[in-house]
């Protein structure tokens, strides 16, 4: 990338509930019951503006896991939070996360649009597939259908969707659809929005789910736990972007980041053992084990990853997992040969799935400044340890440091989530 | 014999509802009004929509809860699109910001959904399977199958121990197992509201075995009646109002509608209707269940499965 880059980035905040790590509900500022509490809520969109943040996002999924430690489970339905939420706040944008495995298009459609349209324009739509037999079966199935037939109607629904919005934008009337999964037509009678119609984005990481971002995406929640592994992605779903006839610039890519912060380094990994130490010991081994489908337990703390931990999963169209984080925590494995527990003790720090930081703001504000201008990120999507007190930190000290070196907004000068991700920094010049 | 006072409720249809999200002032004047509850979107299931113009009735609900803090509401759906896990998730959601204050009414089909290959079955459209009859049974299936969920986790399986590090009493959250017209495994993944499970009513002129709250419909719990029909002042007007008379059973309730006009007008019937002192107000704010003094829900069966392990004090690393 040649010549410094302008403009400023995205910043969003994936709200993982009370925050990423398993004892955020631990923290004396929360109730045992801030996960469905109201005002907790309110709370995060208020201060979320404050910092004139681009959006909060809810990842969702219809199948429960276990809450007994950890409040990540517990799921207010996104559309209704965000719709509250919204109501109590003017420019936040509000990113909801929807399965097309197992809704229907048609409703999902106009409850989206109603959400954009009462929000004033700010709603966007995390595109996601869904996995395994424990969703299925809250709808009377034995499974899901395996990964490329999940996209394949993923690709049909985001379209249908699409083409609704359209009509309703600009009234064009009914829209007929005769596909292979989907047989409608109707028209939706829910307003345009300010914005006329969500924003989509797009959170996998296959080459299907690349290939549907490079196609209709607008945003790309990625993950990703290397510099160069991002610049690479980055660059990836831009040239897919120009493949479909888009401008660069119309897709923005948003890794997560996974935060722990501190006035200073000692501070900060201090506060992240402590909230480790203060969650389940099988948090860490289970969700390696679930990113990377080998049990974890089986290994040896105390020696390398074997090789055929680390080769590629026997089938990926049964493999759970997602392939785009597995393809980065691989990376990682391979590029400093730690030992398990060596591992496991490094993704507190680095990251677990998505990339981690555990640091200062002003260490934070460097790395943040040092991706964007190396071409790897347009913003990122900042996940907080615990959100309570995590987001006021974003808001009160990395976010000013962010505007002295003019890579962050003063004021919200736009008013949708379309506006604000078309204010951002353009793509630079490969 | 002197006849109880029913209460009073409201139908908006698709534009009204645009309205009241969508004009401060005439919310305001909504938020106050003393009334049962306010059935939101009721033109989707009450036969008489569509309209020109709607609102998805959970995102408006979302919205009120926000604005509103007096208001009671019933969100009106149906099998038509909407699963019952799905719909079980946002019912359950509402209740929790709205403290109690919002409900479910369900009815056979929506109005305003798409012709389709499989638009004559609810659940058709999503094409995740046959799908079921649009019917009363499936209505009704469909909200004990919402109930059964909510049920599952109740809101007292919080316990936040910071000592043991156990936060939820996770084998007190129960699979639903429901089978019959729906096979959904469950559990929800959200406990229940703290105000107790949501209210659910059908919508249904048959004296249907429901099983749920309440029924709105011909010699139901309550009924809706066109406010062209009848005029609050008409001393007639409980006869033509749902049977009104001294020695059959009333429904307990009036739910006033009057599609394509504005809400201001609307609500200007409203007032005519409680000035008029044939019916009693409820003040606004108390729940749902409390307002309509409703018999609290069964426990939950005793022999459901836990859906996770008793949770334990874990060590520190």
């Known amino acids: 990338m040649s010549g410094k880059r302008s403009g400023h980035v995205i910043l969003g905040v994936n709200v993982l509930v009370l925050g990423y790590l398993p004892a955020s509900w631990q923290s004396p500022l929360l109730e045992k019951d801030a996960s469905v509490d109201p005002r907790y809520w309110e709370r995060i969109g208020a201060t979320a503006e404050r910092g004139t943040l681009d959006a909060i996002f809810l990842a969702d999924g219809p199948q429960a896991g276990d809450p007994a430690y950890d409040a990540n489970p517990i799921r207010l339905e996104p559309t209704v939070d965000w719709g509250y939420v919204a109501a109590a706040t003017d420019n936040i944008g509000v990113v909801a996360t929807a399965s097309t495995t197992f809704n229907d298009p048609f409703e999902l459609a106009e409850r989206l649009l109603s959400l954009d349209h009462l929000s004033g324009g700010r709603a966007g739509w995390n595109v996601v597939t869904t996995r395994g037999v424990n969703a299925a079966r ?80 607008e945003g790309v929640f990625s993950a990703e736990l290397t510099k160069t592994k991002a610049i690479e992605h980055y660059r990836l779903v831009k040239g897919l972007a120009s493949k479909n006839g888009r401008s660069p610039d119309d897709v923005k890519i948003l890794p997560g980041l996974l935060l722990s912060l501190g006035s200073t380094e000692e501070e900060a990994r201090r506060r992240s053992d402590e909230l480790h130490d203060a969650g389940p010991a099988s948090y860490s081994v289970g ?144 | 014999m002197t006849k109880s006072r029913r209460y009073l409720g409201l139908a908006l249809d698709g534009p009204q509802l645009l309205e ?141 121990d910071r000592e043991t590090g156990i936060l939820v009493q996770a084998d007190q959250i129960v699979y639903s197992d429901i089978e019959g017209v729906y096979e959904i495994a469950g559990p929800l993944n959200l406990p229940g509201p703290p105000s107790g499970p949501s209210v659910i009513g059908v919508l249904s002129d048959d004296a249907v075995d429901h099983g749920l709250d309440l029924r709105i419909g011909a010699d139901g719990d309550a009924v809706i009646i066109d406010v062209d029909d009848v005029d609050a002042g008409d001393a007639d007007a409980d006869a033509d109002a749902g049977g009104a008379d001294d020695e059959g059973v009333n429904s307990a309730g009036i739910i006033l509608r009057h599609n394509a006009i504005s809400l201001g007008a609307l609500l200007n019937e409203v007032d005519g209707w409680l000035a008029s002192g044939r019916v009693r107000e409820i003040t606004p704010g108390t729940d749902l269940r409390r307002a309509l003094e409703l018999a609290p829900v069964p426990a939950r069966p005793s022999d459901l499965r836990p859906a996770f392990p008793a949770p334990a004090p874990h060590a520190a690393l």
């Open chain 1, 138 to 217: 809250n709808f009377g199935l034995p499974d899901v259908p395996f990964r490329d037939d999940r996209y394949e109607r993923a690709a049909e629904f985001v379209d249908l969707v699409r083409a609704l919005w359209r009509s309703a934008a600009d009234g064009s009337g009914e829209v007929t659809h005769h596909g292979e999964f989907f047989d409608i037509q109707g028209r939706l009678r829910v307003p345009p929005s300010l914005q006329q119609y969500p924003v989509l984005l797009q959170a996998g990481g296959s080459p299907k789910g690349r290939e549907l971002a490079g196609r209709v995406a």
């Open chain 1, 287 to 430: 969700w390696l084990s679930q990113a990377i489908g080998y049990d974890a337990s089986k290994l040896e703390l105390d020696e390398p990853f074997p090789e055929e931990v680390l080769a590629a999963p026997a089938d990926p169209q049964t493999f759970l997992g997602s392939i785009g984080f597995r393809e980065s925590i691989v990376a990682q494995i391979r590029k400093t040969n730690p030992t398990v527990r060596e591992y496991l003790k490094q993704t507190r720090y680095t990251g677990s799935g998505h990339a981690g930081f555990v640091g200062t703001p002003e260490q934070l504000a460097d790395h943040i400044e040092d991706w964007f201008h190396s071409g790897a990120i347009d913003g990122f999507n900042l996940q907080p340890d615990v959100l309570v007190d995590g987001l006021d930190v974003i808001v009160d000290e990395v976010v000013p440091i962010l505007r002295k070196r003019g890579l962050y907004r003063h004021e919200y000068d736009t008013h949708t989530l379309r506006g604000h991700f078309a204010a951002a920094s353009p793509t630079p010049a490969s």
């Open chain 2, 20 to 160: 009241l999200t969508s004009d401060d002032a005439l919310r305001d004047r909504w938020d106050g009004l003393p009334l049962a509850f306010t059935v939101l979107g009721s033109d989707r299931i009450d036969g008489s929509g569509p309209a020109a113009t709607t609102l998805s009735v959970t995102s408006a609900a979302a919205h009120l809860a926000y604005r509103a803090r007096h208001a009671r509401v019933l969100i009106a759906a149906s099998p038509h699109y909407d699963h019952p896990y799905n719909l079980a998730r946002r019912v359950a959601s509402l209740g929790h910001f709205t403290g109690g204050r919002s409900g479910l009414l369900l009815g056979v089909a929506d109005a305003y959904a798409p012709a389709g290959e499989r638009a004559d079955r609810a659940w058709g459209n999503a094409n995740l399977g046959p799908g079921a009859s649009l019917t009363v049974t499936t209505a009704i299936a469909a909200g004990q199958a919402i109930r059964s969920l909510e049920l599952g986790w109740p809101f007292e399986t919080f316990i936040g």
